[in-house]
């Protein structure tokens, strides 16, 4: 796919998801300009935190993250973030935060490793900057515990790492309502990351999350309808987006023929045919097998609204992916008024005579039964209108 494995919340989603689940964080809002920072200071209290909403690295050290004491700076600092542009990203928003002293800083999270295939809970002395600065951390004690899926975490697995750090008993049971909230988002929104950092103990004993970030299994995004319109548009087009929303895989190209396939062997016979004849994709879309008819509809539809393309092969084997359920999806879309161009079509395998029943009567569609006539004659028709 065109994106990520994991897609990252922004600190202020992930926060929000992690306040619906019961964990401590400071009071927080989320302000679009200067003068709505400077209401939601008064509001909160000082001092506050300013905090720029990036998923660039670094924004601390570029000063996206500012202490305010009184109303006299705050609209000047709010500006200055504003002003920031982090990796050609610029920052849209700020969580403004109420912000207090604390007495120590610890890391906790659940990691997805992807070699043992288990989460694992994780938990450091080293939190907040000392656990991003390699240096610093070094010598910092960090402890894992790999979690069984199937049974779950249990509180003696969070007790003996909390052990080997030498935490104070009279956090612990604090930590193990942390963390066992914090595996159940984990697992509740198909994470690969849920971390905390920094976890801190404030002068009356009392663990509070002062940071956090969340990434989510983008093949698992279908099944998080909550979270598909909450990633930031900047980092990911409008293809990908519809892509993760249904499942799809897409992949852009710098060509002017939009592909179809399901299954990847096909999507490389499809390319290779169009290489032999030193031609390249715009689009490659792979809707899997099994794809139901609203994520093939929605598929054409990327493909007939992207600009670069101007024909369009769709090439199906239908088994587990069939032939009228293709077709029933091909149909949805040509019947939403989008834009015409000419689709060169070859559908073969389960149900294929009732599918082909149903497009025949499509006069969008030109049928074809082998790849290569096929891919032949959609670059034929492209050479013939670029002449």
Known sequence: MGVEQSMKL??????????????????????TNAVQVKRIAAEIGYPVVLKAQTLEPGRGHAGGVRIIQNEHEIENV???????VLNQHPIQFILVEKAFTFLKEFYLAIISDLDAGTPVLRLSEAGGATYLEPESFKNALIVDQPIDINAGMKDFQIRGLMTKLGIDPSLWKQFQTIAHKVYDVYRQYDATLVEINSLVVTQQNQLYALDARISVDSQSLFRQESLYDTFDPSYFGWEERQALKYDVDYHSFPGEIGCMVNGMGLAYLTIDQLIALNMMPAAMIDIHGGATSTSISSSLEMLLLNPKVK?????????????????????????????????????????????????????????????????????????????
Not at 78 to 84: C, D, G, R, V
Request: charged share 20%; with cysteine; proline share 4%.
């Open 10 to 31: 922004q600190e202020y989603q992930a926060k929000s998801i992690l306040r619906k689940a019961g964990i401590p964080l400071p009071t927080s809002t989320l302000a």
């Open 311 to 387: 024909v369009i092969i769709i090439n199906i084997f239908g088994g587990m992916t069939r032939c009228d359920e293709t077709a029933a999806g091909l149909l949805h879309a040509f019947s939403e008024g989008l834009p015409k161009k000419p689709v060169f079509i070859r559908l073969e395998g389960t149900n294929d005579d009732s599918g082909l029943d149903l497009l025949h009567k499509n006069e969008n569609l030109i049928f074809f039964g082998t790849t290569e006539a096929l891919v032949n004659a959609a670059v034929g028709w492209l050479k013939g209108e670029e002449q």
């Open 78 to 84: 709010s500006n200055e973030i504003f002003k920031l």
